[in-house]
């Protein structure tokens, strides 16, 4: 089961900041929050990830509260090509392996 | 484009037949994992291979099996299909790192259907 906790959908103006917010309270200490998203069909994107610092890159960034029970991933001017499903996860440990586990993610759509 | 490759693309089928998706993951990476993604439905994790050898199960049926070749790439075979199985079937790649917090890169995927 997944460990986080999205919203279904949101919406965004067009070159607006898209602000999507994830609960991930039960994370242990050393788990990273992951976040992809996946566009109508096609194979999940990575986006970014973190551990306790705020990350940023070319896509997005990444802020994580100090308890790491919730971040936000921020694109700072949401385009139409942004709409999409956004996940984020914590990977489940699975016979010693991390599996990236999916929920049902926010559905994101960047309106004109 | 992830650098993880499926092949085919689409596969139209009948019931009760076989079929192999194939996965070549990105140079260097060891893991492979599937998923089934349904219409409307999230990706469920079917399977996990490390450099060969099954680490983790996930909602994988009898019917369907995998393995993971010494060239790393995979395939995952399906059987006795049924229309149910109708779905996208997607397979990631990810390179070991210090406690295994690596991301995983997806590729575009297999879209089987069912007739």
């Known amino acids: 089961d997944a460990k986080t906790t999205q919203p279904p959908s949101m919406d965004c103006a067009e070159g607006r900041a898209a602000n999507l917010p994830c609960n991930h309270s039960?994370?242990?200490?050393?788990?990273?929050v992951y976040w992809y998203r996946q566009i109508h069909s096609q194979g999940p994107q990575y986006i970014i990830h973190?551990?306790?610092n705020n990350e940023t890159n070319e896509m997005a960034s990444l802020i994580i509260t100090e308890d790491r029970k919730s971040s936000t991933l921020i694109l700072p001017h949401a385009t139409l090509r942004d709409t999409a499903v956004y996940y984020c996860?914590?990977?489940?440990?699975?016979?010693?392996?991390?599996?990236?586990?999916f929920g049902r993610g926010t559905s994101l759509i960047v309106h004109p | 484009d992830s650098g993880v490759t499926q092949t085919p693309k689409h596969l139209i089928t009948a019931t009760g037949q076989r079929v192999t998706l194939r996965c070549s993951p990105r140079?260097?990476?060891?893991?492979v994992y599937w998923y089934q993604q349904s219409l409307d439905q999230g990706l469920q994790f079917l399977i996990h291979y490390y450099n060969g050898e099954e680490r983790a199960k996930g909602n994988i049926l009898e019917r369907f099996s995998a393995q993971q070749f010494p060239d790393l790439h995979s395939e995952l075979n399906l059987s006795s299909l049924e229309l149910g199985d109708s779905a996208l079937y997607f397979c990631?790649?990810?390179?070991?790192?210090?406690?295994?917090?690596?991301?995983?890169?997806f590729g575009q995927g297999t879209r089987l259907t069912v007739v």
């Open positions: 039960t994370i242990s200490g050393n788990e990273y």
């Open positions: 973190g551990l306790k």
């Open positions: 140079s260097g990476d060891l893991s």
């Open positions: 990631a790649s990810s390179s070991p790192r210090q406690g295994g917090n690596t991301e995983a890169f």
């Open positions: 996860i914590v990977r489940v440990e699975a016979g010693g392996s991390y599996i990236p586990t």
